[in-house]
């Protein structure tokens, strides 16, 4: 019940792309959901976040959407570019358990020129 | 912009030797956190730590590991006989306070490599 699905495992799209990672989980404890974005060589790095009681939410090109009900969450990348090519991860976490993030199994994008 | 600092970057060890990885958190953060990353697999939740103890951890984080405060700036893990298994990306993290809206900043990691 603590995992967090997430799909696809690798991604290819052409510039100027939107491609989309999805998440889904059990546990409606959860009520962090931070997308990490990490770079090969690097830790992963904060990209953006939501909560539960928010159905959508975007950062510059970044735009989180979140179904409640069907206890899923996707990520979206506009415009994309070659420099976007990492790898990505949703996570969750339970404010009443502690600080524990529990992440997806990661998305490997890539994004041709 | 402050970030977590860990060393080394690689360490190599022989199996059933101690290991100690090394992290330094940034300054003014009161959380501490280690994470490990097999090759190819999740984030895995390894321990938490704030106010000089343990505050949570996972089923990975057996009597084989420990983790400590030694000074105001370092935060150490300890992987007391290492095995095969062990070999991985120990990933540092740190955040001001706990929660969410608290995000924990990561470090580069460390690759373990046991043989």
């Known amino acids: 019940q603590q995992q967090v699905k997430q799909s696809p495992q690798s991604l290819i799209v052409q510039k100027g792309g939107i491609p989309i990672i999805n998440c889904a989980y059990e546990n409606t404890a959860f009520d962090y959901f931070p997308w990490y974005q990490q770079f090969p060589g690097k830790g992963p790095a904060l990209l953006i976040a939501?909560?539960?009681?928010?159905s959508e939410k975007k950062e510059g090109r970044f735009t989180i959407s979140f179904n409640k009900s069907a206890k899923q969450f996707s990520l979206h990348i506009m415009d994309s570019q070659p420099g976007d090519s990492a790898t990505y991860f949703c996570?969750?976490?339970?404010?009443?358990?502690?600080?524990?993030?529990?992440f997806g199994g990661g998305t490997r994008l890539m994004v041709k020129p | 912009e402050p970030e977590v600092t860990q060393t080394p970057s690689h360490q190599v060890t022989q199996m059933g030797q101690e290991v100690i990885l090394r992290c330094v958190p940034i300054?003014?953060?009161?959380?501490f956190y280690w994470y490990r990353q097999i090759l190819g697999q999740k984030v895995e939740f390894l321990v938490s730590f704030y106010n000089n103890e343990i505050s949570e951890k996972s089923e990975i984080f057996d009597d084989q590991f420990s983790v400590e405060r030694p000074d105001g700036s370092n935060f150490t893990l300890k992987i007391r006989s290492t095995k095969l298994e062990d070999s991985a990306m120990y990933f540092c993290?740190?955040?001001?306070?706990?929660?969410?809206?608290?995000?924990?900043?990561f470090g580069d990691g460390t690759r373990l490599s046991i043989l």
């Open positions: 993290a740190s955040s001001e306070l706990r929660g969410d809206g608290q995000p924990q900043h």
């Open positions: 300054s003014n953060h009161l959380y």
């Open positions: 939501i909560r539960p009681d928010v």
């Open positions: 996570a969750a976490l339970n404010n009443n358990a502690g600080n524990m993030l529990t």
